[in-house]
């Protein structure tokens, strides 16, 4: 694939300073304990803050990475990671908390690459979007067979189906017209989700996110919008429903940048199925009513991707090492894009850049 040479130069890059890092599972208290852990390591390029609660009262805190935190500077990219929205998919949280671990210590260092990313973006860490499933998941342990334990918040909700379903509303208005971005929320949205779910949705409307990764476990892919095709298919059916957005182009893109950077998601044959290139269309998948990665897009442009990053939905803890070697560059590289590609075209929103024709986009209306 092109861009290898251009990998192999990160890598010894990025790399030439390794931060060291804890390998193990972090319970809430923990969690909290390791954000504040980090900005109390980088004051000056970090913020611990919270965008709401879950049903139990448990903060959804983030850490933000910024040369000027809390303050959106014109023209700087904002970006985000969100993990664990499913509670027993424990591997995204870990990640996001090595990873947060190692911007600090790599900007301390003085890693050049770290520096450009801190100084030039603004990245937002959610670790857990479901604090209360985790830790009914990380009761039963990892050798427990109750598969979905802890899937869902304290109300039994998935949260990945509780989202208001703009793309009915969008698939209308391609065959009659009317707006296919920036798709308004019905009058009675908040009265439709979960606490955690409202708590995500006025985050992404408080933020001018342009980018976004939404960590899951279960499978190694990475999955493109849209999730919920034209016709209702689910998981095991021979025929497929790809749903392309007007952006398909830059989603595969997006996609191939996690898949190839990642150690190996990009050989496609990952938990007994096979995925060309290690990416694919959500719909082609399997259908999703009311996900984020749709809303996200529908609802504010960001450019949301769903990452399946394990097999195993709660790995071991001795495992957890191998995984973050295998997704600490694709984690990096997918920050980059940011600067790379989408601040370069129509997904920025600033009308004197141009559209990067090159990239075969089709410009949304």
């Given at each position: 694939?092109?861009g290898l040479?251009?990998v192999?130069?990160?890598?010894l890059?990025l790399?030439?300073l390794?931060?060291?890092?804890t390998?193990?599972?972090?319970?809430?208290?923990?969690?909290?304990?390791t954000l504040y852990k980090?900005?109390?390591?980088?004051p000056y390029?970090?913020?611990?803050?919270?965008i709401g609660?879950?049903v139990?009262g448990?903060h959804?805190y983030?850490l933000?990475?910024?040369?000027?935190p809390g303050i959106?500077e014109?023209l700087?990219p904002?970006?985000?990671?969100?993990?664990?929205?499913?509670?027993?998919?424990?591997l995204?949280?870990?990640?996001l908390?090595?990873?947060a671990?190692?911007?600090?210590?790599?900007f301390?260092?003085?890693?050049?690459?770290?520096?450009r990313?801190?100084?030039g973006?603004?990245?937002?860490?959610l670790p857990s979007?479901?604090?209360?499933?985790?830790?009914?998941a990380a009761?039963?342990?990892?050798?427990?067979s109750?598969?979905?334990v802890?899937?869902?918040n304290?109300?039994?909700?998935d949260?990945n189906?509780?989202?208001?379903?703009?793309?009915?509303?969008?698939?209308?208005n391609?065959k009659?017209?009317?707006?296919?971005?920036?798709l308004?929320?019905?009058?009675?949205?908040k009265?439709?989700v979960?606490?955690?779910?409202?708590a995500?949705?006025?985050w992404?409307?408080?933020f001018?996110f342009v980018?976004?990764a939404n960590?899951?476990?279960?499978a190694v892919?990475a999955?493109y919008?849209?999730?919920?095709?034209?016709?209702?298919?689910?998981?095991?059916f021979?025929?497929?429903?790809?749903?392309?957005t007007?952006?398909?182009?830059?989603?595969?893109?997006?996609?191939?940048?996690?898949?190839y950077a990642?150690?190996?998601?990009?050989?496609?044959w990952n938990c007994?199925?096979y995925?060309?290139?290690?990416?694919t269309?959500?719909a082609?998948?399997?259908?999703?009513?009311?996900?984020m990665?749709?809303?996200?897009?529908?609802?504010s442009?960001?450019f949301?991707?769903t990452?399946?990053?394990s097999?195993?939905?709660?790995?071991?803890?001795e495992?957890?090492?191998?995984?973050?070697l295998?997704n600490r560059e694709?984690?990096i590289?997918?920050?980059e894009q940011?600067?790379?590609?989408?601040?370069?075209?129509c997904?920025?929103?600033?009308?004197t850049?141009?559209?990067p024709?090159?990239?075969?986009?089709?410009?949304?209306q």
């Amino acid at each position: 694939m092109p861009g290898l040479l251009s990998v192999s130069f990160h890598l010894l890059l990025l790399f030439k300073l390794v931060a060291p890092v804890t390998f193990r599972h972090h319970h809430y208290d923990q969690l909290v304990r390791t954000l504040y852990k980090v900005h109390n390591e980088c004051p000056y390029v970090t913020r611990v803050y919270s965008i709401g609660r879950s049903v139990k009262g448990r903060h959804l805190y983030v850490l933000e990475f910024s040369d000027y935190p809390g303050i959106h500077e014109p023209l700087e990219p904002e970006v985000k990671y969100v993990g664990n929205m499913h509670g027993n998919e424990v591997l995204g949280r870990e990640l996001l908390l090595q990873l947060a671990e190692f911007l600090c210590e790599e900007f301390r260092n003085g890693n050049q690459r770290i520096v450009r990313l801190v100084e030039g973006t603004r990245v937002h860490i959610l670790p857990s979007m479901n604090p209360d499933g985790y830790e009914v998941a990380a009761a039963q342990g990892a050798d427990s067979s109750g598969y979905l334990v802890g899937r869902n918040n304290a109300n039994g909700v998935d949260l990945n189906r509780n989202f208001p379903d703009l793309n009915t509303y969008i698939y209308y208005n391609e065959k009659h017209g009317g707006p296919n971005h920036h798709l308004p929320l019905p009058d009675n949205w908040k009265s439709q989700v979960e606490p955690e779910t409202q708590a995500v949705i006025q985050w992404i409307r408080s933020f001018n996110f342009v980018l976004s990764a939404n960590l899951h476990g279960g499978a190694v892919v990475a999955n493109y919008p849209y999730d919920k095709s034209l016709e209702h298919r689910v998981r095991g059916f021979r025929h497929t429903a790809d749903t392309p957005t007007p952006d398909d182009k830059l989603f595969q893109k997006l996609a191939k940048v996690y898949s190839y950077a990642h150690g190996w998601m990009h050989q496609g044959w990952n938990c007994g199925d096979y995925f060309p290139d290690g990416i694919t269309n959500g719909a082609s998948w399997y259908s999703l009513s009311k996900g984020m990665q749709d809303f996200n897009y529908l609802h504010s442009n960001c450019f949301e991707i769903t990452l399946e990053l394990s097999c195993d939905k709660f790995p071991r803890q001795e495992e957890l090492q191998r995984e973050w070697l295998g997704n600490r560059e694709a984690l990096i590289q997918f920050l980059e894009q940011v600067t790379m590609a989408i601040t370069s075209g129509c997904c920025f929103q600033v009308p004197t850049l141009s559209l990067p024709q090159h990239l075969g986009l089709t410009q949304r209306q």
